[in-house]
């Protein structure tokens, strides 16, 4: 009888991770941001039925700052997450058990901008200027390392979601997406002059999707089904950007159907800017951007970056290509 | 169904089918030529672009290498990068010269590239760009400057935030050699060149569509029909697959806009990339649609104008069986003495002759019938006499009776529907004793139920008295429950004072039968095509060949003579299991006609397969009919039918009338109005196209006496004007005459497809023009199933001397040109070795020279992998390789040229920097090598500063170009030269100076020598002036001293007679200024005097040292210091010592004022330098003595002017003016050189030269001596 109960209990987390046969399984993917046509792939898997083909209820999750989301998916509050590689790595190393499976933007489309009149061309113009960044973004200090200053250079200010604050001076330069803060900057009618991190070397993955580690060892099967029914959605938008744009609408009602197409048709050439497939990652890229944050003293020096992604799941869907 | 309508029936589909057939042939036909051209434009043309693509990608890779290959872009990126790394402030010149030298004018070169960037491989940040705002950007994390490092690439294109567009980048290492790679070359390259390239050879056809997809299947360029697509589209058509996957073809599918394409698609392995080429199926298939359209119109005229031919000839046709239907009607009606008569020698004339003999047949059997007429005539007389007897003998109803019982015929009288009377006849007829119908049972009980209301209007009929003229026919009830046909006549009586009816009722089976054989012939009508054979039965069950038609001789091919007789196994002995016999005797047996639908039957004359069908007939008979359903029989049929009728209309002409007679709408089909075109011959021909009358006319001619069928084919005139294009076909019809009389023909309007076929030899010669005129050799080559040359562009002959006959003739030729050194690659390729691309080999021409030729080729693989062809394109290119070779010895020489030149050869930039340099132009400058001299800059290195390059460069800009620029510049050492320039300006296409190119000349020896020439005419002038000055001076003193001897000599005595007083002063005065004359004339006199002093060897050091005590103590008076620097050792010089002495002293006197003038008090700066030594001038060793003081100097102006006589700045009381002149003169005579420089208020220097003693001058000295002593 003992032995009866020990083999429960031993059995009893297995049989946790066993699905339902025939149901579906249940999946959160926490989104990046508000909902928007940046994630024109995931509604387009949602609504053409491939997570359902795929065995998947995906139950989406927009994004509100209000918690680090890295934080809350390692503590088992989502399956997956959509999020910014550079704070996962840091996440990473400071033991948060997530796992990068598949990016979805191959180009970090977040930039430095100001306003043209006040001169700043370079890096090297913040010197002492007011910047507006979140204090975990990589892109301020490693650009500026890369022309010799640190963070300490700059005055880097509270974050703030009110461009109203560029526009007055109260700062001088913003750190934004360039397929939002800046297109709404040009938008309002200002001249805009971009600073690209690209220009300084600093190049990194954009929206990345990320998974808790024990669903990775524990259900390969399952990441494996998210990511291709993922990337069939994406597929789907390079073939129909327009009905993709609209998609955003079923999850947000308010927003502008034109603004919509607009910053899908920006978002494109960041999934595929002509070398990886979308969704590939390479080990070049992700050991170049640790390289980088080491350099800007992100990241420590011993840190090994390999445990923050693995390559299982985008390569197969990578080399079915179209 | 009708044989006529059914014989209109075939005559539709039969008519219909093969205008059908020929419609759907054609236009398919067509469609496979068209889609063989299109295939072979669009796998031409994605060829072609592949081949231009790369083209292009390898002049971007040749210009950029050979920028980052130059030394001196090699140098100056070095220093440049070196200081950045040295945090100096930037030497913009470097800068400014790699970018407006080497990299900027290569900007200009249309459709390569937009931008230059050089980056630093150590930091990757950009250190010079095209796009000033670059610099000082980063490249490092960028794949091509990654693998630039290393080697030349071209990255795929992609998406570039910062420019927040596509971008392509060529990048190559530059590096002073391998592995040592200084900085990345980056050149972006402007990408609407791709555009304009692939869709270069798009025309022709309007949804002509190419473009290029990455290996993630995303456009790289924009598609013809959208905009926006690169990069932000993928396409996933059947073609981009098969693309992706590596295949090289062309196929139909859906392309990206879901509209059906035919495309050639190609996947070009090196660029990463699938070039795809569609046109859209609609626009590749619009003659197709129009000829469709036309035969469908066509098919529906045919099928009215054949279904109403069909009609008219199915009624003429079915003419003899209507007459043989209506006999056997006649017959079947029981009128067996009919007979049909048709005079006809064919099947209808013996089909008629059988019924007739059926007819007699079918007489003979109802011959028994005939007896029961004739009783039936007897019993009405009978009857008659009956009436009569009624009357008579009304009582002797037992006689009638008797009478009745007797009779053969059923005997009855009916009162209120009930037999009164019935005799046993009746009974017998019906099965019934007459006594179980008397008062029995009535009429209608022995009637069907069927037919019981005809027989009731039939028996009311009597009763009222209607006479019965005919006989009413029933179907009479038997008491068994079994039918019998039955006839009854009658009419009414009266019998035992009341209406009754009098009737016989006759069994009529026998006529029935008689109807059944009337309605088997109809069948037999029905199968008139066929074979037919008639059986005699004799039972038990034999069958004897009674006759056959001349259709069943056809089928077996033997006579009825020869089977006559026979019986039937023995006549088909290919029969197994005696089917048809069974059949026969089947048909007999139940006398319905048994069918056998498809029999096949095969025996040693015969072969086929048959329908049969065996009806029995009277006489033990039974009729076989075979008809042959073979498919080659039917198809014969068909085709033979087909052949006549396929066409839009038929003709008859008449000969004799000359009539045309149209069947089908001729006016319609014209477009003329009904009856508007004339029915004649001639007005026929008037319709034709003027070039084609005569040919028509001779040919009308002809066929009237000719018989050969008609075949012509000309234009004909429709309303509208329009030429069609008829072809006109028709045969003779001769009606007994050995001469045509008719001509019978059909016309087709064939201009549709001569339209279509011309717009394809159009579009197909369009295609030939391009590949036969094209300059380059287009090919084939296919390996399997046997190697030989599919296709050769005809410009192989230019380049081989082979005609493409030949290539094709023999499948080794291809390799037989090609040179022995190069062949080897070629069968490595062609064995799947190694991969096709492209190629430089050489040919050797038919006549025997080589011929260099770039050939480009791919493989084409079949389904399993195998090569099974190689495509290609080659090019003639020994004119490129000769020019290469040219420029290489071209290059040799000018490269000998300049390095080994006499005369210094130079590009430098316009501020100075020295771009190239030959070796006499280093040696010229002093330096050690053309790299240290790089270093220089000219403007301020090589130019003398006091005389600054400003001038050139002002002229040179000027004009373009400075010839015999003179200019004094400074070696390395610090040496003097003066150096001529012939230099000219060489600018870009904006005119903006990029380089100036020029020699020097050394001309620093022909300069001095010139001065030196100067200086001689110079002192020569000096000297002839002085001695003209002296002549008359010499006169002019000896004039003189004689009176002033005398007016001193009188002062003197005043003076001395004169104690005291003014006139002693005035005396006294006479005599001094008298002195001071005398004194001027010693002087002039010992100007002008040519002493006989003789020259002797004299120390330089004695010759000061008495100078000196003259005036050491004057000098030491005025505070004067005297700095001596004269060795003792000095060689001695040879002069007239006394001369040299005054010369010494009157410098020395003019030094001393000058300094007095200067510090008239004491200073350290009062002071004297004498200086002398030996010295090597070009004639000979001198002494060089110095005297310099630091007195007033003397100004510009009057320093050409010292050595005048008479000329002089002192105080009239100080000085003569002849001091300087005399002392020029004295140096003259001695060969010595006498130079002064100076500056006001700083300066004298008097340099005197005086030529060394030698041995023969001291002789001469001695001799002089001698002479003089």
């Not at chain 1, 809350?72 to 399956?79: K, R, V």
């Not at chain 2, 006649?330 to 008569?341: A, K, P, S, V």
């Not at chain 2, 029935?512 to 039965?537: C, H, L, N, T, V």
């Not at chain 2, 060689?1131 to 002495?1141: L, N, Y």
Request: proline share 5%; with cysteine.
């Amino acid at each position: 009888m003992r032995r009866l109960i020990l083999l429960g209990l031993v059995m009893a987390p297995i049989v946790v991770f066993v699905r339902p046969v025939a149901g579906l399984d249940s999946v959160r993917i926490h989104l990046k941001w508000l909902h928007s046509a940046q994630f024109a792939g995931l509604y387009a898997a949602e609504a053409n039925g491939f997570f359902e083909e795929a065995g998947l209820d995906v139950e989406l999750i927009d994004g509100a700052a209000s918690e680090d989301v890295l934080v809350a998916l390692g503590d088992g509050a989502y399956e997956f997450a959509l999020a910014d590689p550079s704070r996962h790595l840091a996440l990473v190393q400071a033991g948060v058990p997530t796992v990068a499976v598949a990016a979805i933007f191959q180009i970090d489309p977040v930039v430095i901008f100001s306003l043209s009149e006040s001169g700043i061309r370079r890096p090297e113009d913040l010197l002492d200027k007011r910047v507006m960044s979140f204090p975990t973004s990589y892109v301020i200090p490693a650009m500026l390392a890369r022309v010799g200053l640190t963070v300490g250079d700059v005055q880097i200010g509270p974050p703030s979601y009110d461009l109203g604050e560029l526009y007055s001076g109260a700062y001088d330069a913003w750190s934004g997406y360039l397929t939002n803060e800046v297109r709404r900057a040009r938008a309002d009618g200002h001249d805009i002059t971009v600073i690209y991190p690209t220009d300084y070397g600093v190049h990194a993955y954009g929206d990345v999707l990320i998974a808790r580690r024990d669903l990775v060892e524990a259900d390969a099967e399952l990441v494996q089904r998210v990511v291709a029914a993922l990337l069939d959605g994406w597929t789907w938008v390079f073939e129909h950007p327009d009905e993709g744009a609209m998609m955003a609408l079923q999850w947000d009602p308010s927003l502008d159907p034109a603004e919509q197409r607009e910053i899908l048709a920006l978002c494109l050439p960041f999934i595929h800017a002509g070398d990886v497939g979308p969704g590939g990652m390479t080990v070049a890229k992700w050991s170049a951007m640790a390289e980088m944050m080491r350099h800007a003293g992100i990241l420590d020096p011993s840190f090994d970056e390999a445990a923050a992604y693995t390559l299982e799941f985008v390569d197969p869907v990578e080399d079915e290509g179209p | 169904m009708r044989f006529s309508l059914r014989l209109a029936v075939a005559f539709f589909v039969l008519s219909t089918l093969p205008v059908g057939i020929l419609s759907y042939v054609s236009t398919r036909s067509a469609e496979q030529a068209i889609e063989e051209e299109l295939t072979q434009h669009l796998s031409v043309i994605a060829a072609i672009q592949a081949r231009e693509l790369d083209r292009w990608v390898h002049s971007l890779e040749r210009m950029i290498e050979s920028i980052a290959q130059r030394p001196l872009v090699v140098d100056l990126t070095t220093a440049v990068i070196a200081q950045t790394e040295q945090q100096a402030a930037p030497d913009v010149t470097l800068s400014t010269e790699l970018l407006n030298v080497h990299l900027l004018p290569h900007l200009r070169v249309e459709g390569l590239y937009e931008t230059f960037a050089v980056v630093d491989a150590s930091t990757g940040r950009v250190v010079v760009s095209t796009e000033p705002d670059q610099v000082g950007t980063f490249r490092i994390g960028e794949e091509y400057f990654e693998r630039g490092l290393g080697m030349t690439i071209v990255d795929n294109v992609k998406y570039t935030p910062s420019l927040e567009r596509l971008a392509l980048h060529v990048a190559t290492p530059i590096a002073r050699e391998a592995g040592s790679t200084t900085a990345v070359l980056v050149g972006r390259v402007d990408l609407s060149v791709i555009d304009e390239i692939v869709s270069a050879a798009a025309g022709g056809h309007d949804s002509e569509d190419v473009y290029l997809v990455n290996r993630h299947g995303f456009f790289v360029t924009e598609p013809l029909f959208e905009e926006g697509y690169a990069l932000r589209r993928a396409a996933y058509s059947e073609g981009v697959q098969r693309a992706l996957a590596g295949e090289t073809g062309v196929a139909w599918y859906t392309d990206y806009r879901g509209v059906r394409v035919l495309g050639a698609f190609r996947w070009l392995p090196d660029r990463e990339m699938a070039l795809i080429a569609e046109i859209d199926e609609a626009e590749a298939f619009a003659p197709i649609r129009r000829i469709r359209m036309i035969w469908q119109i066509a098919v529906l005229g045919a099928i009215v104008g054949f279904s109403s031919l069909g009609m008219a000839v199915a009624w003429r046709l079915t003419s003899p069986f209507r007459k043989i239907l209506a006999g056997a009607a006649r017959i079947g009606e029981g009128d067996f003495g009919h007979r049909i008569g048709l005079k006809r020698h064919d099947e209808m004339g013996d089909l008629a002759k059988a019924f007739d003999r059926m007819a007699e047949s079918l007489q003979e059997i109802t011959a028994s019938r005939d007896d029961l007429d004739r009783e039936m005539a007897g019993r009405r007389v009978a009857e008659a006499q009956l009436q009569e007897t009624v009357h008579a003998l009304r009582a002797s109803e037992a006689q009638f009776r008797l009478l009745s019982e007797g009779s053969p015929v059923g005997v009855f009288i009916v009162q209120d529907l009930t037999f009164k009377y019935a005799n046993p006849a009746l009974g017998a007829i019906f099965g019934y004793e007459p006594e179980e119908l008397a008062d029995r049972l009535g009429p209608l009980d022995l009637t069907r139920p069927d037919d019981h209301p005809a027989g009731m209007a039939f028996v009311q009929d009597m009763l009222i008295g209607s006479a019965l003229n005919q006989p009413l026919r029933f179907q009479g009830a038997r008491k068994d429950g079994s039918s019998v046909p039955c006839e009854v006549m009658a009419r009414p009586i009266e019998y035992e004072g009341e209406p009754a009816v009098l009737g016989t009722v006759m069994d009529t089976t026998l006529r029935e039968e008689a109807e059944r054989a009337r309605k088997m012939a109809d069948d037999i009508i029905q199968a008139i095509p066929s074979g037919m054979f008639i059986y005699r039965i004799e039972p038990p069950d034999r069958l004897v060949l009674s006759e056959c038609n001349p259709e069943a001789e056809r089928l077996t091919g033997v006579g009825i003579d020869k089977f006559q007789g026979l019986e039937f196994d023995e006549i088909w002995p290919g029969l197994t299991g005696g089917v048809l016999k069974r059949s026969c005797l089947r048909a007999h047996a139940t006398g319905e006609v048994v069918r056998i639908e498809d029999l096949a039957y095969a025996d040693q004359r015969i072969e086929g397969r048959y329908r049969i069908r065996a009806f029995p007939i009277p006489g033990d008979r039974v009729v076989v009919a075979f008809e042959d359903v073979s498919p080659e029989q039917r198809a014969e049929e068909r085709f033979r039918l087909a052949a006549d009728v396929a066409s839009d209309l038929i003709y008859e002409w008449d000969i004799e009338t000359d009539e045309l007679e149209w069947f089908g709408d001729i006016d319609e089909a014209l477009g003329y109005s009904t009856g508007e075109i004339p029915r004649t011959i001639r007005g026929w021909i008037n319709l034709i196209h003027p070039e084609d009358q005569a040919r028509l006319t001779g040919a009308v001619e002809r066929h009237r006496v000719e018989t050969h069928p008609i075949h012509e084919a000309y234009r004909v005139r429709s309303n509208s004007g329009e030429w069609r294009h008829w072809i006109d076909r028709g045969v003779p019809v001769f009606l007994g005459s050995d001469r045509p009389r008719r001509w019978i023909g059909v016309c087709i309007d064939d201009t549709e497809r001569i339209e279509a076929y011309r717009a394809l030899a159009e579009s197909e010669g369009r295609l030939r023009r391009i590949l036969e005129n094209a300059p380059d050799v287009i090919y084939r080559y296919r390996l399997v199933p046997s190697p030989e040359f599919e296709f050769i562009s005809p410009a192989v002959y230019a380049i081989s001397g082979y005609t493409p006959a030949e290539y094709y003739a023999d499948p080794r030729l291809g390799l037989k040109v090609v040179h022995p050194e190069d062949r080897q690659h070629l069968e490595e390729m062609l064995q799947g070795k190694h991969a096709a691309g492209t190629h430089d080999v050489r040919w050797l021409h038919k006549d025997g020279h080589t011929v260099w030729v770039e050939d480009q080729c791919v493989s084409i693989r079949g389904e399993d992998g195998t090569i099974i062809a190689i495509e290609g394109v080659a090019r003639d290119i020994t004119e490129y390789k000769q020019a290469q070779e040219a420029l290489l010895v071209s290059e040799a020489q000018h490269r000998s040229l300049f390095e080994n030149a006499a005369l210094g050869i130079y590009q430098t930039t316009p501020d100075g920097r020295i771009l190239a340099a030959n070796p006499a132009l280093v040696r010229l400058l002093g330096y050690d090598s053309v790299k240290e001299l790089a270093e220089r800059n000219l403007e301020q290195e090589g130019y003398d500063p006091g005389n600054p390059r400003s001038e050139f460069k002002q002229r040179i800009e000027r004009e373009g170009r400075v010839d015999g620029h003179e200019a004094v510049w400074l070696r390395k050492d610090g040496k003097r030269l003066i150096l001529r320039e012939n230099a000219i300006i060489v600018r870009d296409e904006a005119g903006n100076a990029l380089f100036y190119e020029g020699t020097i000349e050394d001309i620093t020896a022909q300069r001095e020598s010139e001065e030196q020439r100067q200086e001689l005419e110079a002192q020569l002038r000096q000297t002839q002036k002085l001695e003209s000055i002296g002549t008359l001076a010499s006169g002019v003193a000896h004039e003189i001293n004689n009176p002033l001897t005398g007016i001193i000599n009188y002062a003197e005595l005043i003076s001395a007679r004169v104690e005291n007083g003014r006139l002693k002063e005035f005396a006294d005065s006479i005599m001094s200024e008298g002195e001071r004359v005398a004194e001027i004339v010693r002087n002039l006199l010992s100007f002008a005097r040519r002493e006989k002093e003789s020259y002797s060897p004299a120390r330089p050091v004695d010759i000061l040292s008495a100078a000196m005590s003259l005036v050491g103590e004057m000098l030491a008076k005025d505070r004067i210091r005297v700095d001596l620097d004269v060795p003792e050792d000095l060689p001695k010089i040879k002069c007239r010592s006394q001369q040299i002495q005054q010369v010494l002293l009157n410098l020395l006197t003019n030094a001393r004022d000058a300094l007095n003038d200067r510090y008239p008090e004491g200073d350290a700066d009062k002071r004297i330098r004498i200086a002398a030594q030996a010295m090597p001038t070009d004639g000979g060793t001198v002494v060089r003595t110095i005297i310099e003081d630091q007195g007033t100097g003397i100004s510009e102006e009057t320093i050409d002017r010292i050595f005048d006589p008479f000329f002089t700045t002192k105080p009239r009381e100080r000085g003569t003016g002849l001091g300087l002149s005399v002392s020029y003169g004295i140096v003259q005579e001695h060969h010595g050189r006498m130079s002064v420089e100076s500056e006001l208020g700083a300066y004298t220097r008097v340099i005197l030269d005086l030529p060394l003693a030698t041995e023969e001058s001291s002789k001469e000295s001695e001799r002089g001596k001698d002479e003089d002593g």
